[in-house]
């Protein structure tokens, strides 16, 4: 049936043709510039409209955006203030003037994760725009695979980027003109040092010492072709005695890689001034802890989801850019087709959200699985209400989503006074990043795993200084988000007041909760900072006494002095049992704020839990899928006819190419076509007798086709060793 | 020495110490080799730094290299069973797995299975939500057939393993009856041990050097002589237009009711689309009845190109001509990369249309290149520009390197369609085709016909003599003298000229080569193979 149909389409299909390989779909595109006048909707806009569930995923991402680039500049701010404040001097510097045809360069060292180095690379120049010279030029290795290429874009970058920035300020006509008419193809350097004298020739000499200097942005190093390189360098520096050249290099490995590939008369014209730049990892954790683990961001990942995108990270492309993007991957998941998920916003908004919301919304709502702990524990009618009396949900809900807040705020902020504690233990047991604790904590009851308590015991025997340190660090963490939150609080507590009844406070989690701690940190730092005087002065002493004994000690002396040891301890100084009941507090509070997210009403909106739909999206597995499909057809196609006993086995229902796939997953490297076609066919037809079953011209083609799919698919390829062979390509 | 090796080794390897020694030291290499590989990854090297020198090698004892947590999970094909190594192949392996496929009917449970197989499947029936229930049962029944089986069977279980040891296979695959009722008998303990490492060498796919060299080393092709032209060579062309062939009706239903299935995402593709990441579908079967699907129903009123990237002689300067000359209305392409990027960036972004590529098969022969992939990246990354993509090679993954994907941005769907790759394939020189030689004999033929009867009667005796002489050892065709002569008697040529004349148009047509031989005779040779120009005779004499 479905043949059937196939061969119609190939009549009608205009895209298949055998002179031709790309063909034009207009679909009433015009070439006329009407369409700018009369704002045509795009196709997008056509399909999905304004839904609710859209419009808070493009708010909520944009925000996102925005806080990434304000990070993205204050993280690389130092580094690219270094560059500059380098490349301000280089040229005026009379001791790096000195030498003849040397070259000043700086060398970024940027790391492996390149695609995060395009915005490094966009703010470093606009930087240089705004405080060094406007003539900057940045090459990437696709533009510059001769030296012919890399001169012209050089130069033409160098020379036309003074309009992008001045073409607001009056320039002399003429030299608007000719750089109007500038052609690529005349771009030398030659070109280059006579506009670069005609523009600072009229130049007062007071000026002319403090020219500005052009640069030239080599953002990856290491795909540019090395004798280019070697031929452009060496061009520039026969003319650098006329034009202040600067060389900017991106190198992601290490500066050896400059080296290797300059030989000795090539890095003598250089001058290298290394920069480091931050390892990405640090950079996604800066990503991490202050945009997308805040009780400020509006959509949060499940501990599995973590997992999942930090472990892509980590072990396949150290792309911060990456990592962004499956994050808006994932958030596209959460919130596309389901109105519900316009809940998931900022918390101001919440209220206007829920009131918009229709009654099938509100459905759903009731039909997510977290809602049911929740009716279990109200009483009758309560519970009738909520099913019958929209109004009243819609109330419930939103007190249940201002809950859902409280908890996320307290949760968030446990989790970085656990890490400040991590932070200081000897081992790596939950970690030491935010990231990696919230990992942890968003996948189970941390308070119950092994390793929390271990870390627990293990904060019992740190010492008074470390202690109190860490205590001031956690301090420190503690006001730091009370001090984000205060300004919403006026907010958000008119609502809840009015819903609170004032035996629930006790459990009360949120702003409230985390003064409780604030509190509780101060009272004990308070004591033991007192407690630790005595304290100090008996471990002296004892410490003393063990010194004067080892002097002359047999074993008898050291079994009695160890036994004494045992017996010392069991008195707890004073700080010791403050210690003890802190510890014991603070495990007390983090049972408390760091219950799981799935154990709370309506997780379900803000936290995004289905890893398993974005995995194979995110990741791909294009050979499992094959293999899967030949080795295993069943799994798609779901017919009863080729159920296999094993994996392995084969049977006569097989889909063809199957079948030939299994087949030559036996042979060694090369496949004897001839004995391959008779294997084939005695599976198919066993009956038959050797000569006359492969003669049946059915499985004859049956066979070509199962073979040059296979060829498609890159499995053999044809081999001139042997008359009649293919060659494996898999092992 | 083979003996001081095992005892680093574990238990069950002291057992095998007659093994010869360069199998042992293979196989003590793996697991070393296994543990400087996750001692390299890199997420490793990179908490190192953070640590002082003095409390470095405490580090290192105290955690061991940190492992994916959530990348590899239980739905996933294992790797084991994609890449497994087998390092040696034998003539018999074929003949085996035919046996064993036809005198054991597939739902009867052959006893031969093992242990891990059984356990392994169990874990992906319930890895695996989708299967039907039925399905589940019946597996369900059938595994604990198998396991009974196991048990009743134990003797035999380890002792015929299908796929492995040569020696065993050598003496008894020959003969299928000794197949078919493979008999309990019970082997000497070495034997079974063999087996058992045999199992365990195999499952491995972390490949060590030797392995890779072992597979290469040998020199000869240890396959049989036999060639396709025992086959009489009938005109496949034909036949392989009809698709119906080979498909039952039972897996059309489910493969039409595959693709309808995907359908449902369509919308959801498009809203990806537009969060301005790209697609890419993989999976067997011709994905282009989906895409074309998907250009009908969600893209008809925006505008879009198609790519055929499988077509032979596609180059990436006719796509940008399309896009730049016949949709955006200018005159020329620009010569430069970014330029051609940027131009196509200010005019769509201008005049706010989104621009769709649907590339089928990305991975296509004249795209494999840096160039290409490159060109098609940076288009995929404009705002504007929206891409779907499809790939079927199993490397096609190879081609992109950590910019382009950066800048493609794909979202990967699993779009297995199980289609016949038929406008696909209709290119390429498939293999059988090209062997049985239709498309040779047809050209032939036509070019024979426009020939003169003198002209025919010249390549006749080159033939001839070619198929008279084929056999001798150093065959180099026939000399041109010998040629000149042999015409002069027939009166095909009346002088020397007149044959050059003849010869071009041969060679012009390239039915025949000329070589010269190291004394400086001219010898021509018919680059056609010589069953070929026996049928072809055959069939010019029968007319």
């Known amino acids: ?731 | 020495m083979s003996a001081h090796k095992n005892k680093s080794d574990s238990g069950q390897e002291n057992v095998t110490v007659v093994l010869t020694p360069r199998r042992v030291a293979r196989n003590r290499l793996k697991p070393k080799r296994y543990d400087e590989f996750l001692d390299t990854s890199p997420s490793k090297r990179r908490i190192q730094p953070s640590e002082n020198y003095s409390s470095e090698e405490e580090f290192v004892i105290d955690t061991p290299a940190p492992k994916p947590k959530a990348l590899f999970g239980g739905d996933d094909v294992e790797g084991q069973d994609m890449f497994k190594f087998k390092s040696r192949h034998t003539k018999l392996d074929l003949h085996n797995k035919v046996q064993e496929a036809v005198s054991n009917s597939p739902v009867l449970n052959s006893p031969m299975k093992t242990p891990r197989v059984v356990l392994q499947r169990l874990s992906k029936v319930e890895a695996t939500p989708r299967q039907v229930v039925n399905i589940m049962k019946k597996r369900i029944i059938q595994e604990i057939e198998s396991d009974s089986s196991e048990t009743d069977f134990s003797g035999s279980s380890s002792e015929y393993a299908p796929d492995d040891s040569e020696s065993d296979s050598g003496s008894n695959a020959g003969s299928p009856e000794e197949d078919s009722n493979s008999k309990p008998i019970p082997k000497t303990a070495f034997i079974r041990n063999k087996n058992v490492r045999v199992k365990t060498k195999d499952c491995e796919y972390i490949v060590a050097p030797d392995n890779y060299f072992m597979m290469n080393s040998s020199k000869t092709i240890a396959t049989s002589d036999h060639t396709l032209a025992r086959l009489k060579t009938t005109d496949l062309n034909k036949a392989i237009k009809d698709i119906d062939i080979g498909i039952s009706k039972e897996h059309s239903k489910k493969i039409a009711e595959l693709n309808k299935n995907y359908d449902t995402l369509f919308d959801k593709w498009l809203h990806i689309l537009s969060e301005n990441f790209n697609l890419i579908l993989y999976g067997i079967g011709s994905k282009r009845d989906v895409l074309h699907r998907f250009q009908a129903r969600m893209l008809q009123a925006s505008p879009c190109i198609v790519i055929n990237g499988f077509y032979p002689s596609l180059t990436v300067k006719s796509v940008l001509e399309t896009i730049i000359v016949s949709l955006l209305g200018n005159t020329h392409v620009p010569s430069d990369v970014s330029d051609i990027v940027s131009v196509i960036d200010t005019q769509l972004s201008d005049s706010a249309t989104d621009l769709f590529l649907l590339i089928h098969n990305i991975d296509g022969p004249m795209l494999r290149n840096g160039k290409a992939q490159s060109m098609l990246a940076s288009l995929s990354a404009l705002k504007n520009v929206h891409t779907i993509a499809t790939i079927d090679h199993i490397n096609a993954p190879l081609l992109w390197d950590h910019t382009k994907l950066m800048k493609y941005n794909f979202t990967w769907w699993d779009v297995t369609t199980l289609l016949p790759y038929t406008t696909e394939t209709s290119f390429e020189n498939s293999l059988m085709s090209q062997r049985s030689g239709a498309l040779q004999l047809s050209s032939l033929k036509n070019v024979y016909q426009s020939l003169t009867t003198n002209a025919k009667g010249i390549f006749n005796t080159i033939i001839e003599y070619q198929l008279e002489n084929h056999k001798q050892p150093h065959y180099q065709g026939l000399a041109y003298k010998d040629l000149y002569s042999r015409s002069r008697e027939q009166f095909l040529v009346s002088y020397d000229l007149a044959l050059r004349a003849q010869l071009t148009e041969f060679i012009d047509h390239k039915l025949v080569k000329i070589k010269r031989t190291v004394d400086g005779t001219e010898r021509l040779i018919i680059p056609i193979e010589s069953a070929l120009l026996q049928q072809f005779l055959e069939q010019q004499n029968e007319q």
């Open chain 1, 1 to 731: 049936m479905i043949s059937t149909n196939n061969l119609q389409d190939e009549e009608m299909d205009p895209s298949v043709s055998m002179s031709k390989g790309v063909f034009l779909f207009p679909n009433g595109f015009k070439k006329t510039h009407k369409s700018k006048k009369h704002k045509n909707k795009s196709v997008f806009d056509i399909y999905f409209g304004s839904e609710e569930w859209l419009i808070t995923f493009r708010h909520n991402w944009n925000l996102f955006e925005e806080q990434l680039k304000n990070l993205h500049e204050k993280s690389y701010s130092v580094l690219l203030h270094d560059v500059v404040n380098y490349l301000k001097i280089c040229h005026n510097d009379s001791e790096m003037n000195s030498i003849e045809g040397v070259i000043p360069s700086a060398t970024l060292l940027t790391g492996v994760n390149q695609p995060d180095h395009v915005e490094q690379f966009m703010s470093l120049i606009n930087l240089i725009r705004e405080e060094v010279t406007p003539h900057v030029a940045m090459i990437n290795s696709q533009d510059g695979s001769t030296v012919k290429h890399l001169v012209e874009n050089a130069v033409w970058q160098l020379i036309r980027g003074v309009d992008l920035v001045e073409s607001d300020e009056d320039i002399c006509d003429d030299i608007v003109d000719t750089s109007r008419k500038l052609k690529k193809s005349t771009c030398t350097m030659k070109t280059l040092r006579n506009w670069y004298r005609s523009r600072y020739s009229n130049e007062s000499p007071r000026k002319m010492r403090q020219r500005q200097s052009l640069i030239v942005i080599i953002p990856d190093f290491e795909s540019f072709n090395c004798n280019t390189l070697q031929d452009f360098v060496m061009i520039i520096s026969s003319y650098v005695s006329t034009l202040p050249i600067v060389l900017v290099f991106g190198v992601a490995t290490s500066v050896s890689a400059l080296h290797k590939s300059f030989p000795y008369q090539v890095s003598s014209k250089l001058l290298i001034k290394v920069f480091h730049s931050h390892p990405s990892h640090v950079y996604m954790n800066q990503v991490l802890e202050n945009i997308f683990l805040t009780h400020t961001s509006p959509f949060h990942l499940s501990g599995k989801a973590f997992e999942l995108l930090t472990d892509v990270f980590l072990f396949y492309d150290f792309s911060v850019t990456g990592f962004v993007q499956s994050i808006k991957y994932c958030m596209m998941e959460h919130y596309y087709g389901d109105n519900i998920k316009s809940l998931c916003c900022d918390r101001n908004k919440l209220d206007n959200a829920v009131m918009k919301l229709s009654a099938d919304d509100l459905e759903s709502i009731r039909q997510l699985t977290s809602f049911k702990p929740f009716l279990e524990v109200q009483d009758c009618l309560t519970t009738i209400a909520l099913f019958k009396d929209n109004d009243f949900f819609k109330e419930v809900l939103i007190k249940e989503l201002h809950k859902l807040h409280d908890y996320i705020y307290s949760f968030y902020v446990c989790v970085r006074l656990l890490s400040v504690f991590l932070k200081e233990l000897p081992k790596n047991i939950l970690g030491k990043t935010v990231r990696e604790v919230y990992a942890k904590c968003a996948t189970e009851h941390i308070t119950s795993t092994e390793g929390f308590k271990e870390c627990m015991q293990l904060l019992k025997f740190q010492s008074q200084a470390k202690l109190v340190d860490t205590i001031k660090n956690a301090h420190k963490v503690v006001s730091s988000a009370l001090q984000m939150s205060s300004p919403v609080k006026p907010l958000r507590l008119t609502p809840m007041k009015n819903n609170l009844n004032n035996s629930s406070l006790n459990n009360e989690l949120g702003e409230a909760f985390i003064k409780n701690i604030r509190l509780y940190l101060m009272m004990f730092l308070r004591q033991i900072e007192v407690a630790s005087n005595e304290d100090t002065t008996e471990t002296m002493n004892c410490e003393s006494d063990e010194a004067y004994d080892n002097v002359h000690g047999n074993r008898y002396k050291l079994k009695e002095k160890l036994l004494k040891a045992t017996r010392a301890e069991k008195l707890e100084s004073k700080f010791e049992m403050i210690r003890s009941r802190f510890v014991s507090s603070m495990e007390e509070i983090f049972s408390k704020g760091l219950q799981p997210p799935h154990t709370q009403t309506f997780h379900e909106i803000l936290f995004f839990t289905e890893v398993a739909n974005v995995k194979k999206q995110i990741i791909g597995s294009p050979r499992g899928a094959l293999h899967m499909a030949l080795n295993n057809p069943v799994h798609y196609l779901k017919c009863c006819c080729c159920n296999l006993p094993s994996p392995d086995s084969l049977s006569d229902k097989l889909p063809d190419v199957s079948l030939a796939y299994k087949l030559h997953r036996e042979c060694g490297k090369h496949i004897n076509l001839y004995d391959w076609l008779q294997a084939f066919a005695s599976v198919l037809n066993p009956d038959c007798d050797e000569e006359n079953r492969s003669h049946d011209v059915n499985i004859q083609v049956r066979f070509t086709r199962a073979v040059a799919e296979l060829q498609f698919l890159g499995f053999i390829k044809t081999s001139k060793r042997k008359t009649d062979h293919v060659m494996r390509l898999t092992w």
